[in-house]
């Protein structure tokens, strides 16, 4: 028996400043995606939806809060919630009923209306949430974390700002391409480092903005697919939701402190290399079989990190790939061929999702301008706050 | 709003963490329910005060100002300050923490010596609230 599953439909919302609810970003993508999979919503056995905390109870209820905007037709719903790994658990979660056998189509959703600026935690007095305990008592922001890994990195492997640059010149290049984009302009390295310090030493344009948006896709068996006569399917292989080892050695977000690795030497990788070494072994595949991937661009120097924690090449080495072009279209290994978060902002229970029918538009070769030729292994990675690894490996 | 977290004055202060007995992991913020080393079966954790000094892991500064829970005068101009993540040798821990006034992004290096001091997290006509700072050593306030 396969443990692959089939994605049948994939679809979103443009992603942007929209002043919409996002029940409606999700259900618009949704009927996308069961269009495009060429699935009556009243065949969909379940539904899983990937959570948005604001909204009250419909966000914390997703699952049947899209099920109850697209018609109530009975069928099964699931809730998730994993901060920016909500979609990659929402995917593990629909693969997990069509592999049991509870579910022939699965339709999965994720969309967020976010606010304006900063993430900030959710109201109240709560000092016994790390996420509130970081803006209380530090101020420190999401882009002040990633100023720390960026100037890290400038420290010990000799990265530049103008190597951070790069990153999103070629980003929003792809970006320019993509129909489902926020920023569709492309952007000179100039302008980044001209654009306005926000946590040093990464400025306006390294840094991924709050958007509005949605992704959906359309899950099944793949005998449901061969069935509904789609020959070759796009094929979810893997699915990784790790957690970290302990001692967790990198300060990962929302945390003050690092675990103490005064009893226990840390792992050989790190959790980011983690959650990507999980989705290789459970697909039986490894780095050099990617045809593109799609990584968690939260800042420009993050990417870097992606590159050396999915072993694109060794560590310290990601800069270098970069300048050689090898991420960049027509290069070994495209990343962030949809734009990245650099061109669609965060929307985070959708963005996982989004990451995976980019991979599925790509490995159909369906991916118009922004095609890669002959794609046949994608992977996305990702990485949700309080320790949730994601990342799906996708192949044609 | 973060009790127990430091103790002391002038060169006596000090962050407080914990210590599990039977593996020796240090917690920051203080872990007090059970030690989290998944080998270790744990034991009552014991308030242990950590290092005075360390090394600069990374920095970085709030250039805009950070939303609520962050309590700053909307009336004020926003001054921005920096952030120092410190490894700590002897714990084997990195514990971020705002740096001392004064001290900007233009000051430090990695793997530079701190030293943690006393501070003010912000106060009003009622409460001052306290909490830590880094500060690069030898440097007076």
Known sequence: MTRDVAVLGAGMHPWGKWGRSFVEYGTAA??????????????????????????????????????????????????????????????????????????????????????KGFFRPAGGERPDDPDWLRFRVLGATNPAYFGLYARRRMAVHGDTPEDFALVKVKNAAMGALNPYARYRKRVTAEEVTASAVVADPLRLLDICATSDGGAALVLSSVDFAHRHGVARPVRIRAVSTVTPRFPNTVLDLPDIATDSAVAVEPADATFRASIARAAYEEAGLGPEDLSLAEVYDLSTALELQWYEDLGLCGEGEGAKLLRAGVTAPGGRIPVNTSGGLASFGEAVPAQAIAQVCELTWQLRGAAGDRQIAGARVGMSANQGLFGHGSAVIAVR | MVTGWFTGEGDGFRLLGTRCPSCATVFFP??????????????????????????????????????????????????????????????????????????????????????????????DAATTWTTWHWRPTGVRA
């Open chain 1, 30 to 115: 949704a009927r996308a995606a069961l269009a495009d999979a060429g699935v009556d919503w009243r065949e969909v056995g379940s539904v899983v939806g990937a959570d948005t905390v604001r909204g009250g109870y419909p966000g914390y209820v997703a699952g049947a809060t899209f099920a109850k905007a697209l018609g109530w037709q009975g069928a099964r719903a699931a809730s998730v919630y994993a901060a920016c790994a909500s979609g990659a658990q929402a995917i593990a979660a629909a693969r997990a009923q069509i592999l049991a056998g509870l579910a022939d189509v699965v339709l999965v959703v994720g969309a967020d209306a976010a606010p």
């Open chain 2, 30 to 123: 203080r872990e007090d329910v059970h030690c989290r080393n998944p080998h270790c079966s744990g034991g009552s954790l014991e308030e242990v005060p950590l290092s005075r000094t360390g090394r600069i892991w990374s920095y970085t500064d709030s250039r805009y100002r950070p939303p609520s829970p962050y309590v700053s005068n909307p009336e004020l101009p926003w001054e921005p300050y920096a952030l120092i993540a410190v490894e700590l040798v002897a714990e084997r821990i990195v514990v971020l923490g705002q740096a001392a006034p004064g001290v900007t992004v233009a000051d430090l290096t990695v793997g530079m010596e701190v030293e943690v001091v006393p501070g003010v997290l912000h106060e």
